[in-house]
């Protein structure tokens, strides 16, 4: 609903060759007149008989963008994850990521897990998830904190951690020990 009821301006002085008008509305028709307020005395009386008809351009929302999460690399204990939507520069746009994930199975206690991630503009949109179980089913997705106040979610991804196998080399996680380490060989040998 548009109001037919005109507002003014404060009065401006007659030196005042601009004015500013705020709280204008997207995407919308308005219409200027300017009433001169006559002097007491002056030999002419100023008036103008012209307007001003303009439109606001319409509203961009800078935050309407989608926030999309992928998997780079998938492993036994880990997963590499990355995501795509915010405009860089991204910390303009976002905070923080949150990183949200959890084991998705008959047997599993479905506790959410959260990584933050703060927007820096520094560091590329990924983030290294450790300490996963193997053969698990997980699902994961991503919150963004908008600078504008609002939380933007991303698709959920699903992801299976590799397995153990007989034949394949079991891969744990690093224990700062290096393979020929007489720590880490039998004394059958």
């Known amino acids: 609903l548009v109001s037919q009821v005109p507002q003014t301006s404060p009065l401006l002085h ?4 601009y004015h500013n008008l705020l709280n204008l509305k997207p995407n919308t028709e308005y219409e200027i007149n300017l009433d001169v307020v006559q002097i007491e005395g002056a030999e002419k009386e100023l008036y103008s008989d012209r307007k001003l008809n303009f439109k606001t351009l319409p509203f961009v929302d800078i935050y309407d963008f989608d926030l999309k999460v992928e998997l780079v690399d998938v492993n036994g204990y880990s997963a590499v994850i990355r995501w795509l939507g915010p405009p860089e520069p ?3 746009y976002v905070t923080i990521f949150r990183i949200i ?6 047997n599993s206690i479905q506790d959410e897990i959260s990584l933050f991630k703060i927007s820096d503009g520094l560091s590329s949109p990924q983030i290294n998830i450790t300490s996963l179980i193997p053969d698990t089913q997980y699902k ?15 698709n959920v991804a699903d992801f299976m951690t590799l397995g153990f196998s007989s034949d394949s080399k079991l ?3 690093s224990t700062g020990l290096e393979e020929n380490d007489p720590a880490l060989t039998s004394d059958n040998e």
């Open 14 to 17: 007659r030196d005042t060759t």
């Open 90 to 92: 991204e910390q303009k």
């Open 101 to 106: 994930y959890y084991a998705d199975g008959p």
């Open 140 to 154: 994961l997705w991503i919150e963004a904190y908008l600078t504008n106040g609002k939380t933007l979610k991303s």
């Open 171 to 173: 891969a744990l996680p």
